[in-house]
């Protein structure tokens, strides 16, 4: 039993992503630390400001209802369910317990990350000036005001971003193995589009409706696309399991 656990896990290679290496993840984490440093020392505040203030004089009643039902593509919890329910529907069709681990471990993943850093960097939103607290909106803008409730301060960065990135990563990874399941196949333009198209929207209309500074949205994008890359790299199809799970770990991964 112990020789075969040391096969199963030399096995475990990890995955490639585009563009290859890790000097993009690394890039990626330096403009956020980058962009996080220079909102901490009062930078950038001028175009956040600028953004909003346009975005506020160009937002009729019907731009601002569709900006709004686009922004339900990236509401973490429908997504999370949705990835768990495309990962039990694959685990059943293929009776393999694997399916089910992007969700969980993506889950885990922006439990860990996203949430502890709205908390840390406490940023009111742009609405703290027009609603509950009542900010003057020279406050709204700076980072760390840990004197606010926590529920007026958690804009940076953007959740429903990087939560988009992540689960429409996770939602793209097993929808194609399900489709081959009923002899479709995913074409990779849909698998691209599943992936970017969202969470660009998302992106989008949080900055126009002026939940998020524009900076927040940015730093969920990198945040997200950190993640992403972070959960592509996992051999989902490799991963040492328990013993008594051996018969269910047939592997599903594909090209997506």
Same mark, same amino acid.
Request: glycine share 6%.
């Given at each position: 039993?112990?020789?075969?656990?040391?096969?199963?896990?030399?096995?475990?290679?990890?995955?490639?992503?585009?563009?290859?290496?890790?000097?993009?993840?690394?890039?990626?984490?330096?403009?956020?630390?980058?962009?996080?440093?220079?909102?901490?020392?009062?930078?950038?505040?001028?175009?956040?400001?600028?953004?909003?203030?346009?975005?506020?004089?160009?937002?009729?009643?019907?731009?601002?209802?569709?900006?709004?039902?686009?922004?339900?593509?990236?509401?973490?919890?429908?997504?999370?369910?949705?990835?768990?329910?495309?990962?039990?529907?694959?685990?059943?069709?293929?009776?393999? %317990? $694997?399916?089910?681990? =992007?969700? /969980? !471990?993506?889950?885990?993943? &922006?439990? +860990?990350?996203?949430?502890? @850093?709205?908390?840390?960097?406490?940023?009111?939103?742009?609405?703290?000036?027009?609603?509950?607290?009542?900010?003057?909106?020279?406050?709204?803008?700076?980072?760390?005001?840990?004197?606010?409730?926590?529920?007026?301060?958690?804009?940076?960065?953007?959740?429903?971003?990087?939560?988009?990135?992540?689960?429409?990563?996770?939602?793209?990874?097993?929808?194609?193995?399900?489709?081959?399941?009923?002899?479709?196949?995913?074409?990779?333009?849909?698998?691209?589009? %599943? $992936?970017?198209?969202? =969470?660009? /929207? !998302?992106?989008?209309?949080? &900055?126009? +409706?002026?939940?998020?500074? @524009?900076?927040?949205?940015?730093?969920?994008?990198?945040?997200?696309?950190?993640?992403?890359?972070?959960?592509?790299?996992?051999?989902?199809?490799?991963?040492?399991?328990?013993?008594?799970?051996?018969?269910?770990?047939?592997?599903?991964?594909?090209?997506?």
């Amino acid at each position: 039993m112990r020789q075969t656990t040391t096969t199963v896990r030399g096995r475990a290679r990890l995955r490639p992503v585009r563009p290859a290496g890790w000097w993009y993840d690394l890039l990626l984490l330096a403009a956020l630390v980058g962009l996080t440093v220079a909102l901490a020392t009062d930078h950038l505040f001028a175009v956040d400001r600028a953004v909003v203030d346009w975005a506020d004089a160009h937002r009729p009643t019907a731009a601002y209802w569709i900006a709004r039902v686009l922004n339900l593509l990236g509401q973490g919890s429908p997504l999370t369910l949705l990835a768990a329910a495309l990962g039990v529907l694959l685990a059943v069709r293929l009776r393999s %317990v $694997r399916p089910l681990l =992007p969700p /969980v !471990v993506a889950f885990g993943l &922006t439990l +860990l990350t996203i949430g502890p @850093l709205k908390v840390w960097t406490a940023r009111p939103a742009p609405t703290a000036s027009v609603k509950e607290p009542f900010l003057p909106p020279e406050q709204t803008l700076p980072l760390f005001q840990h004197d606010l409730p926590v529920g007026y301060a958690q804009s940076y960065p953007s959740g429903h971003v990087a939560n988009a990135i992540v689960w429409y990563g996770v939602i793209a990874l097993l929808l194609a193995p399900l489709l081959r399941t009923v002899d479709r196949r995913m074409p990779r333009p849909l698998v691209t589009a %599943v $992936r970017v198209v969202p =969470p660009l /929207v !998302v992106l989008g209309t949080t &900055t126009y +409706l002026g939940w998020h500074w @524009l900076t927040d949205s940015v730093a969920g994008l990198l945040l997200g696309l950190l993640l992403d890359r972070l959960l592509r790299r996992v051999p989902w199809d490799d991963l040492p399991l328990p013993a008594r799970l051996r018969g269910r770990d047939r592997p599903f991964t594909s090209d997506a």
